[in-house]
Antibody
Framework: EVQLVESGGGLVKPGGSLRLSCAASGFTFSSYSMNWVRQPPGKGLEWVSSISTSSSYIYYADSMKGRFTISRDNANNSLYLQMNSLRVEDTAVYYC????????????WGQGTMVTVSS | DIQMTQSPSTLSASVGDTVTITCRASQSISSWLAWYQQKPGKAPKLLIYKASSLENGVPSRFSGSGSGTEFTLTISSLQPDDFATYFCQQYNTYLYTFGQGTKLEIK
């Protein structure tokens, strides 16, 4: 079964750091660009970051640049998001999602992990 | 950055109705538009990609159309399982933007 499973969410104070992980299974992880997408409670979806198959191309949404770092380990079928200098407005469910270039869409999503930034 | 404007934000309909949701892009995105369905507490599910292509396993009552800056998602003969929130998403080079969502409610 094709699956993405996120972990690493939790409660953190403003200015703190957190590292999210996403474990992939059931497909050739190294063949797909991977992304993080977030959703604040009761709000819409916001793309966070993307990483190409070999990590050669990495992109971030403007509000995340300089604070978040995306990475991947193809040998271990894992995607990561290092989040530093966290702000209250970063509170959200964070999803990892597989991007299909031929579709230009995200076809597989994890169940999400909740990040709460609060003092 | 390309902005996506979805309308309406809320839509009330009955089982068996046909509904249409619109998504407008602030500049042309050709056909690089996808639609997702999301239910409370769940991850989004891909319905339509490249504006009008139906994802595998998605019922044929879902259809998409449009190109350039205006796109529509149509759901024919609404079923109880269709009441959810729908998002459009555009792809332009390496940036992605979602619409703000349309909540489809039971009338």
């Amino acid at each position: 079964e094709v699956q993405l499973v996120e972990s690493g969410g939790g409660l953190v104070k403003p200015g703190g750091s957190l590292r999210l992980s996403c474990a992939a299974s059931g497909f050739t992880f190294s063949s797909y660009s991977m992304n993080w997408v977030r959703q604040p409670p009761g709000k819409g979806l916001e793309w966070v970051s993307s990483i190409s198959t070999s990590s050669s191309y990495i992109y971030y949404a403007d509000s995340m640049k300089g604070r978040f770092t995306i990475s991947r380990d193809n040998a271990n079928n894992s995607l990561y998001l290092q989040m530093n200098s966290l702000r209250v407005e970063d509170t959200a469910v964070y999803y990892c999602a597989r991007f299909v270039g031929g579709y230009s869409a995200f076809d597989i999503w994890g169940q999400g992990t909740m990040v709460t930034v609060s003092s | 950055d390309i902005q996506m404007t979805q309308s309406p934000s809320t839509l009330s309909a009955s089982v068996g109705d046909t509904v249409t949701i619109t998504c407008r892009a602030s500049q042309s995105i050709s056909s690089w538009l996808a639609w997702y369905q999301q239910k409370p507490g769940k991850a989004p599910k891909l319905l339509i990609y490249k504006a009008s292509s139906l994802e595998n396993g998605v019922p044929s009552r879902f259809s998409g159309s449009g190109s350039g800056t205006e796109f529509t998602l149509t759901i024919s003969s609404l079923q109880p399982d269709d009441f959810a929130t729908y998002f459009c998403q555009q792809y332009n080079t390496y940036l992605y933007t979602f619409g703000q969502g349309t909540k489809l409610e039971i009338k």
